[in-house]
């Protein structure tokens, strides 16, 4: 393949995240409202210009109450920055289909060099002839190198959230026209 504009299909695609609570579980959640910009050979990301925006207002974690508290100043002031950002810098192929993809994630108005694993799942025709491709992306951030530094102390010991962040994307995108 050559290298061309690819859409997101959101439909298909997800942004999720899991966080340590109380030291004893995982909480999930998910942004619900995210866009790509996708210039790419899927068979070759090597060369491939990649940047990703999630609205963080549209958090959500089957909680509203904690929902509120996270797009509160305390977590990712909303009203001050409304998305976070990721822009491919620098990308290498670790095997077949696999790539570590860097680039530099702004949240909350700070910017950080991050590194995801990147696989290129596949690429085929949709029913109605559509040529689309999938990738998934795994990765972790310390949610206080960008100021996300509220908590609370446990009685038993240890804190009520936990800094490492675990992010999963799934991603299905359509060749542009």
């Known amino acids: 393949m050559t290298k061309q504009k690819w859409t997101l ?3 298909h695609s997800s942004v999720d995240f899991s966080v340590r609570h109380m030291m004893i579980a995982n909480v999930k ?3 619900q ?3 790509a910009e996708i210039v790419a050979d899927p068979t070759d990301l090597t060369t491939a210009e990649i940047e990703f925006t999630v609205e963080t207002a549209s958090v959500d974690t089957r909680n509203k109450e904690r929902d ?3 797009v509160s100043a305390d977590f990712f002031d909303v009203e001050n920055h409304p ?3 990721f822009k491919a810098t620098n990308i290498v192929k670790t095997d077949e289909g696999e790539y570590n993809v860097t680039g530099d994630l702004t949240l909350r108005g700070v910017t950080k060099q991050e590194t995801f694993t990147v696989t290129f ?3 085929g025709k949709d029913p109605w002839g559509n040529e689309k491709v999938g990738f998934s992306a795994e990765g972790s951030i310390n949610r206080s190198d960008y100021g996300l530094v509220w908590n609370a102390a446990l ?3 240890g804190v009520l959230v936990g800094d490492k962040v675990k992010i ?3 991603i299905q995108a359509a060749k542009a026209e």
């Open 9 to 11: 299909d959101s439909a």
């Open 121 to 123: 799942e596949g690429s």
């Open 155 to 157: 009685e038993t010991g």
């Open 33 to 35: 409202n995210f866009s």
């Open 168 to 170: 999963n994307l799934q």
């Open 29 to 31: 959640g998910t942004f």
């Open 68 to 70: 509120a508290h996270l």
């Open 83 to 85: 998305t976070m950002t």
